[in-house]
């Protein structure tokens, strides 16, 4: 096992054994590629470990107290990386959503969230959870109204209703609208005063249940660049996560719609996507 101190001086090199990591001394120093991440089964936060930073774990303590400090990898480059964006839309909801928050934070990922209005509305606490986290928070209207059939007046009201219930949670007012079902006129673009925050990877993850295939799916249609529209209200999807995000992970860096794009809230307003 590759062990350091927290200020990531290198202290020695053990031979990983039941971990699995493969790593070699040379020249004195440990070589630490990133090893093919375990099975699904294996312990989480080995895996995370292998795939985003490496573990520290002090000798002579017995194994269950010893404090786990983790030394970070940069944040992704994505104009050198391949890096990934992964949404998940309509929500939040209490049913799904905790165990997907709970598996990103086991693997240090954060996503965004174009939630609905409605659903904050049902679940502020949790929508407060989504944003402490460390995920992006999108608007994605009120309760998934097609905008193409509303006259600009209310396209803005049910927008803005959504941006205001965020805005009195303490939660960054969303930089990004991602219309219900993508549906866009020229209309919409121009009434709506953010950006348009797309996909270009769409697993269809609404058809599937059966969570492993989803799951094939999804590593199927991954690319790089690639911005993947999937749902947390949808258990199938969120029971698929935890096999695709450690198998993502082996291939790109998993970040936000922002940050893949570089969008931020002083972009120009226009169609967010990449590639
Ligand atoms: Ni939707």
Not at 33 to 38: F, G, R, T, V
Not at 212 to 229: D, S
Request: neutral net charge.
């Amino acid at each position: 096992m590759l062990l350091f101190d927290r200020g990531a001086s290198l202290v020695t090199c053990l031979q990983a054994g039941s971990v699995g990591l493969a790593m070699a001394a040379i020249g004195g120093a440990c070589a630490a590629p990133l090893p093919a991440a375990p099975p699904a089964e294996t312990n989480t936060k080995t895996r995370v470990a292998a795939s985003r930073s490496i573990s520290v774990l002090p000798l002579a303590m017995p194994e269950s107290r010893q404090p786990e400090a983790t030394i970070e990898l940069p944040p992704a480059d994505c104009t050198k990386e391949a890096c990934l964006a992964l949404t998940f839309d309509d929500g939040p909801d209490t049913r799904t959503t905790p165990m997907l928050l709970s598996l990103l934070k086991d693997y240090d990922v954060q996503v965004t969230f174009f939630v609905l209005g409605s659903q904050v509305h049902k679940y502020p606490d949790l929508t407060k959870q989504v944003h402490s986290d460390g995920h992006e928070i999108g608007n994605h209207s009120w309760n998934h109204s097609d905008y193409t059939k509303f006259k600009p007046v209310q396209m803005l009201d049910d927008f803005d209703r959504t941006q205001r219930l965020l805005e009195e949670l303490d939660i960054p007012t969303p930089t990004l609208f991602r219309p219900p079902y993508g549906a866009r006129t020229a209309a919409v673009d121009a009434t709506i005063p953010l950006s348009i925050g797309l996909w270009n990877v769409d697993p269809k993850d609404w058809a599937f249940n059966d969570a492993k295939k989803l799951a094939r799916n999804v590593l199927a249609t991954a690319k790089p660049g690639g911005i993947v529209v999937l749902h947390d209200v949808k258990p199938t999807t969120v029971a698929a996560a935890k096999v695709f995000i450690p198998e993502l992970m082996k291939k790109y860096r998993l970040v936000t719609v922002s940050h893949l794009t570089g969008h931020n809230a002083e972009s120009p307003k226009g169609v967010v996507s990449s590639q």
